[in-house]
């Protein structure tokens, strides 16, 4: 059998991955645009990374996450991911400082996340 990137059997196994409690976690998206939060499930795609910034010996850690684009038709930067625990309470609020759709047809978000400051 052959898991081609188009067609329902991705989007299956993408489903499954979401849903499993030890891939991924449980998030509310807002929206820098406005409206009501848009729970979702987000697979952490790798560990922290350390993206230096422009060359000044300095830099932030960013956390990297995928969102399917089934339950997530649009995320721009500056909206924002709040990561809940299992009664739905909000533990930390991240920023989307990058996101994009790596191939059209992946039909993830992959979400370039930092810490997010009121100030």
């Known amino acids: 059998m052959s898991v081609g990137t188009g067609g329902g059997s991705w989007d299956s196994m993408l489903a499954a991955i979401h849903a499993d409690p030890f ?14 939060p ?7 795609m790798t560990g922290d990374a350390a993206i230096p910034l422009m060359q000044t010996g300095t830099g932030t850690t ?14 721009d930067e500056g909206d924002l991911v709040d990561l809940l625990t299992p009664n739905g ?8 400082d990058m ?6 047809d ?3 978000w992959r979400l370039w996340l930092v810490p997010y400051s009121e100030e």
Do not use: K, Y
């Open 62 to 75: 960013t956390r990297i996450g995928e969102i399917r684009v089934a339950v997530l038709p649009s995320v």
């Open 106 to 108: 992946r039909l993830l």
């Open 38 to 44: 848009i729970p979702c499930r987000m697979a952490w």
């Open 99 to 104: 996101a994009e759709r790596p191939e059209p």
């Open 23 to 36: 891939m991924a976690a449980d998030v509310q998206v807002r929206l820098a645009a406005g409206g009501d």
């Open 89 to 96: 309470e909000p533990t930390e609020i991240l920023r989307v």
